[in-house]
């Protein structure tokens, strides 16, 4: 994943130095799954979240890939995989030193998610993010949370729609 190619379908996080690659979009598959793969550096992760449209499925590559699962906390080896059920709060880490390489199988197949970490990633790229990857525009940040069905246990984030809402009424002029 050494390429910041978008049309080879493989995105890069300047801030962090991560790469996502969309191996498999959901249209490629009729909509069965989304297959990403993710190169992630030391001391890189996201957030506890949870999904409400999808299973999520990680497999570890090449390293120890770090997920939290509930109150759990496992490492996968490579060749092991992780099911995550709809609406269970996870999330994956690396605690490693080492960059660690794994896969992601969202299924059905999220083209919300797929645009999701295309518009993120270019979003922190062009540094319209914070240092956390929070875009800087509250809009932006409602509509990715809504594009990946992403739900963080985060008063101001509940309900990425009613955000979109309230900043449409907010910033639309009289």
Not at 23 to 39: D, F, K, M, R
Not at 90 to 102: L, Y
Not at 107 to 121: A, C, D, H
């Amino acid at each position: 994943m050494e390429s910041n190619s978008a049309d080879a379908g493989i995105y890069h996080n300047s801030l962090n130095g991560e790469y996502t690659q969309i191996i498999e979009s959901a249209a490629q598959t009729n909509g069965e799954y989304s297959l990403l793969e993710v190169q992630l550096m030391p001391g890189g992760g996201n957030p506890l979240h949870y999904h409400t449209r999808f299973t999520e499925e990680f497999t570890a590559i090449k390293g120890k890939l770090g997920i939290q699962y509930q109150e759990k906390v496992l490492h996968l080896s490579p060749g092991h995989s992780c099911l995550i059920p709809i609406g269970k709060e996870h999330r994956f880490f690396n605690d490693t030193d080492e960059p660690i390489i794994f896969r992601i199988t969202l299924r059905k197949g999220q083209p919300g998610f797929e645009n999701f970490i295309k518009v993120l990633f270019g979003l922190v790229n062009d540094g319209k993010t914070n240092k956390k990857f929070i875009p800087k525009n509250p809009f932006y940040a409602a509509l990715l949370l809504h594009w990946g069905d992403t739900h963080v246990n985060n008063i101001f984030f509940k309900n990425p729609l009613a955000i979109c809402r309230f900043c449409c009424i907010c910033c639309t002029p009289v």
